[in-house]
């Protein structure tokens, strides 16, 4: 039998926190008034917000995080450089394309999370999920070989974080 959830003053306590702390930098004072209010909106906006979260899984390998950062930022790196000279060069010499890329995992953090590398990455913008979370719409400036794309995408992007979130 599933355990019911208990009630919890701060059901996101580091929300609540922030919600606090910018709040009074937002009115750049900490007069009892504003303390108060802070106090009020830290405590009632995560209460009555908290019911809307899905629960999503949560990270498993902390080193595969790392792993995946730096992977990240090279590539980021790397495509800069090549953006940069496809932009200089001809404009008549560049392909963009549309590609399908069939999505393996099934919650929202990894798309999402998976869906902003893929933007991150200069030369290419994740432009649309489809609505049963089966494909990802990537938009390429260039696109070379369609496989070797959802190739690339799958293993350096979408396989690490199906191990980071065990899905």
Not at 71 to 85: M, R, S, T, W, Y
Request: proline residues 8%.
């Amino acid at each position: 039998m599933k355990a019911q959830p208990r009630f919890r003053l701060l059901p996101m306590p580091g929300h609540s926190f922030l919600l606090f702390i910018v709040w009074l930098l937002l009115n750049n004072t900490v007069a009892p008034g504003h303390l108060v209010l802070a106090t009020f909106l830290a405590i009632a906006i995560p209460l009555m917000t908290s019911g809307m979260q899905d629960p999503q899984p949560s990270f498993q390998k902390p080193f595969a995080i790392i792993r995946y950062i730096f992977v990240v930022i090279g590539d980021i790196i790397a495509a800069n450089f090549e953006v940069a000279l496809l932009v200089i060069g001809p404009a008549k010499l560049l392909k963009p394309a549309f590609v399908a890329v069939p999505v393996d995992i099934e919650h929202e953090l990894p798309i999402t999370i998976l869906a902003s590398t893929v933007s991150l990455t200069p030369g290419t913008v994740s432009a649309e999920i489809s609505e049963d979370r089966q494909w990802l719409y990537v938009h390429v400036l260039n696109l070379s070989d369609e496989e070797e794309l959802i190739t690339s995408i799958k293993q350096r992007y979408e396989r690490p974080l199906k191990e980071i979130f065990q899905c």
